[in-house]
């Protein structure tokens, strides 16, 4: 089975975020990134496909210069090749789900995969979009929040969360397009051998194709309103915990 | 009709509970825009359901019905409602932000060449330009303003808790029947039942104090040091959605939109970041207490009470506090 993994490089989860001047976006110069959550799950539901029914694993991603070192990192965790998808920055924010969907779609094509997976939403945008409009474009079947994922005959037999505790499964045919909901498996660490092994690996760099323009724009981002007045205790331990006793016995009256 | 048209989810003749706080906001859009609000409902069999819409302020309730699309499959979905929205012509299709809906909508949209403006959380319909709908970005750290900008019909989908689905404004309307074209063939999923791991034993929506701890954690083995502190306080004990993946806890303790809802007294959040996914699930709570390091961690905005700084400080001591207090 031939799987391609689309790959998001986003801010990591404790970056202080600041607020560009213009308000457009997020300040990027001293930002750390690091492989969107989902996509890491996604990536490792992939390698264990391979491990237990053969093929190949291809590693996408879409972005600047920088996004190679998260490339390099899938490598290194097991995927046979890379694939980037050569975007400045700003450029990339020039592009709405859509726009981004068929960037990867080109690049997807050539490849003719049994099966692409990615992560159900991102840590950054957090849209949940561009898995399921990606398999609009392909024309090809998808399932999203998916926790595990089997081969069949037919095709794939997955397991879907639904809300509140709920799963089930459903058969597809392939190609098919899965988004993987984060917790299904355990993750794997990159092994010295695997960093080793990653220097001899093949990425591939295409250039995207001009942006088309928008059917939706991000006009400004901002420091959310506080829903409620919260009141900041301070002090030592000792002195926190006695505060909080106070509003537990008087505000929150639970004690 | 231009307008707002909602697309409300029921499973099986019973509704998701979301759909109605996507009426409500659906209604408070369209009557700020001054057009018109309709409510559709798809099914195999919906006529009863779309009956119970008589009663609210709505243009029309659409009926949209055809065996072929229960269970629900994203082709059979994407396909009536393509056909529907064409033949009804919304200026903006409204959904609730269920799980269902992040199956199908984008695709939805990607038919219409447009971008589902996902889990909305407010809807600023006066502005100039058309409306701006706020949406959260970096797990709630931060909020952005989008605007529709490629001419209708907008796709739009509201979070789950934004908007109050009591607030459904009464009227009066009429039930139009909507015939769906749809061939076996179109349907290339095949879904099971679905079914539950384990029957629930906990059920945190009835704890009057919730104890809840996160990634901040670290591992495992700390995992006591909360339990302590919720065994003082006599609360449960949840978690939000890493821990349980982890396998620290049960996942049938975790609180969020993929695992329980809850309203408690208290909820005092240990370590927990407060992620959109985690909020949704706990923003009805009472009181809210958090204990946190990072200063601008989401959990922060929903609190009354903040402490930031180590937790593994801080809640031994306040164990140490309660037990004290309680005599």
Redesign the interface.
């Known amino acids: 089975m031939k799987i391609i993994v689309a790959i998001k490089q986003v801010p990591e989860r404790d970056a202080q975020i600041r607020v560009a001047p213009e308000s457009t976006w997020i300040e990027e110069d001293d930002l750390a990134y690091t492989i969107n959550e989902p996509d890491a799950y996604a990536l490792e539901e992939a390698l264990q496909l391979k491990e237990k029914n053969g093929g190949e694993v291809i590693v996408l991603s879409a972005g600047p210069e920088r996004v190679t070192s998260t490339l390099r990192e899938a490598l290194a965790k097991g995927a046979d090749r890379a694939i980037h998808v050569e975007v400045e920055a700003a450029d990339l924010l020039g592009r709405d789900t859509l726009g981004i969907a068929a960037m990867l779609a080109e690049a997807i094509r050539a490849e003719s995969p049994d099966l692409i997976l990615t992560g159900l939403q991102s840590d950054d945008l957090g849209l949940g979009q561009t898995g399921v409009v990606l398999a609009e474009l392909l024309g090809i079947p998808h399932a999203t929040i998916i926790m595990q994922v089997d081969k069949t005959d037919a095709g794939l037999r997955v397991k879907r969360e639904l809300e509140d505790g709920w799963f089930q499964h459903v058969e597809m045919p392939l190609p098919a397009l899965l988004t993987i909901q984060s917790g299904g498996n355990k993750l794997r660490y990159a092994t010295l051998m695997g960093i080793k092994k990653a220097k001899t690996k093949e990425t591939k760099t295409v250039a995207a194709a001009g942006a088309t323009g928008q059917a939706v724009t991000l006009e400004r981002v901002y420091l959310p309103e506080k829903q409620k007045k919260t009141e900041m205790l301070t002090g030592t331990p000792t002195e926190i915990a006695a505060q909080l006793v106070e509003k537990l016995k008087f505000d929150v009256r639970v004690l | 009709m231009s307008g707002v048209l909602v697309v409300l989810e029921q499973h099986g003749g019973v509704w998701n509970r979301m759909s109605f706080e996507a009426l409500a906001a659906g209604q408070k859009m369209a009557a700020a825009l001054g057009v018109g609000c309709s409510a559709a409902v798809l099914g195999a069999s919906v006529s009863g359901l779309a009956q119970e819409l008589t009663g609210k302020k709505l243009e029309k309730v659409y009926a949209a019905e055809h065996a072929l699309i229960e269970p629900y499959t994203?082709?059979a979905t994407v396909t009536a409602l393509e056909q529907l929205v064409k033949q009804v012509g919304p200026d903006f299709v409204l959904f609730p932000h269920?799980?269902q809906v992040?199956?199908?909508a984008?695709?939805l949209?990607?038919?219409f060449?447009?971008?589902?403006?996902?889990?909305v959380i407010a809807i600023h319909a006066e502005v100039e330009g058309g409306p701006?709908f706020v949406?959260?970005?970096?797990?709630?750290?931060?909020?952005?303003?989008?605007?529709?900008?490629?001419g209708g019909p907008g796709f739009l989908s509201v979070q789950a808790g934004t908007f109050r689905g009591d607030a459904v404004e009464a009227g009066s309307a009429a039930v139009e029947a909507f015939a769906v074209t749809l061939d076996a063939a179109q349907i290339?999923?095949?879904?099971?039942?679905?079914?539950?791991?384990s029957a629930?034993t906990v059920d945190l929506s009835s704890a009057?104090?919730i104890v809840s701890v996160g990634r901040g954690i670290g591992e495992q083995e700390n995992i006591p040091l909360v339990q302590e502190l919720a065994d003082a306080?006599g609360a449960e004990l949840a978690a939000s959605?890493?821990i349980?993946?982890?396998g620290w806890l049960p996942?049938?303790r975790q609180v969020g939109?993929?695992?329980?809802?809850v309203s408690p007294?208290?909820y005092l959040a240990v370590g927990i970041?407060g992620a959109?996914q985690h909020l949704v699930g706990m923003?009805g709570s009472?009181?809210?207490?958090?204990i946190n390091k990072?200063e601008?961690a989401?959990i922060?905005?929903?609190?009354?009470?903040?402490?930031?700084?180590?937790m593994f400080?801080?809640v031994p001591?306040?164990t140490?506090?309660?037990l004290a207090?309680?005599g």
């Open positions: 994203a082709d269920t799980y992040r199956d199908f984008p695709a949209a990607t038919r060449k447009q971008v589902l403006v996902s889990d701006v949406r959260q970005l970096l797990q709630g750290k931060l909020n952005a303003d989008y605007r529709m900008t490629a290339r999923n095949k879904p099971g039942e679905p079914f539950r791991e629930q009057p104090v306080l959605r890493p349980c993946d982890n996942m049938e939109s993929s695992g329980q809802t007294k208290l970041s959109i923003k009472k009181a809210v207490i958090a990072d601008n989401p922060f905005e929903v609190a009354d009470f903040g402490v930031v700084g180590d400080e801080i001591e306040l140490k506090a309660v207090a309680k």
